[in-house]
């Protein structure tokens, strides 16, 4: 049992340092004017927005009358007496359309600016940006043995408080539209709960001695770690039932639908943890990577995968655990970080991004990979991240 629990110490690790992403492209982006009358602070936002995004190249308050009539133009201006975001598309120096966002609250901006930022995104027809509008909740570890669930935007700009009062942990998306949440809340027994953001209903689903947490949803069907005997092993609920997937002696975590057959998850059958995949239909077990001394974390989108593996071995320091990004269907294996300690991958709605938590100096942080532009960027958190999902 202490193996086990020191296992799930590393699983839900934090992470440090500079990292490099294989691909990109792009070349030649479109050139942009962004004016914008406002906060400071909702300025910031927007810059940063556009940065992340990477797919203009950007002219703040450009007064150039000749790139006034060859590029586009957009005029943001934020009311804070109103909460209202106005974003006027000029072109050829005349306005061609208005788009205003409006809020109740002034912190609630952040999400304002995104999706402006998208509308324009998708004005261009670009590549999707849906990462940019997908809201983030996470279990922020405040007190010991106590945790609070927090809905954010994917800059943690935005904090509101959903869930407190006790050990509240592993919240996970329970559907595309994001109105509805699972985690688990640790009672006499850890339970699984279904809560709705909006309403604040809140159902019981099931209880279990030992671990419980949701690894994955997919099309109403939940993957759950569960450890009703002791040993964790990963489970299938569906149509109200429980469907045992994985029956080896040992530890088998963090369960994930990958591709149309097959599910991936981490086990120590091999001794340390590995990720391994199996196929529902055959019941064949395969291990998916050899890299490292062992993992522990991954995520899947469609038939990729990524995943957190350590790769140095010691005793008395930090350990290095890079992230690894592997496609089922050519085998391919790409390095996306080099060094320090990156933990816990999670793609974006759409798979154009990885979102990840680095640990720095005993805080945490969010990473983000948009993996085709070649970028990385964190934003740091106050005190210890347990979780998340995007």
Known sequence: MKRFFLGLILFFGFLYSKEIVITKYLQNKPKIIVNFQGPTQVKKLLKMDFTVLDHFKVLYNDTNKSDLKNVMVFDFSYSSANKKLTVKYVKNLNVIDIKSYKSNTFAYFPFLIHHAVYDINEFFHMPSAKFLIRKVIYSLLIAPKEANIYLSDYTLSYKKLLISGGLNIFPKWANVAQTVIYFTKMENLPVLYKFNIYTGKMTKILSTQGMLAVSDVKNGQILLTLAPKGLPDVYLYKNHKLIQITKYPGINVDGKFWG??????????????YVFSKNLKTGVVSKVLY??????????????????????????GNNTFNLFLVNKNNETLKRLTFGGQNMNPNFSVDGTSIMFIKREHFFSKIGIIRLNENKIFYYNLPKILQSFDW
């Open 260 to 273: 149309k057959d097959s599910i991936a998850f981490i086990s120590d059958r091999f001794g340390p943890p």
């Open 291 to 316: 890299q490292g001394k062992n993992q522990v974390g991954l995520d899947t989108y469609n038939d990729k995968m990524v995943i957190s593996t350590r790769e140095s071995s010691n005793a008395f």
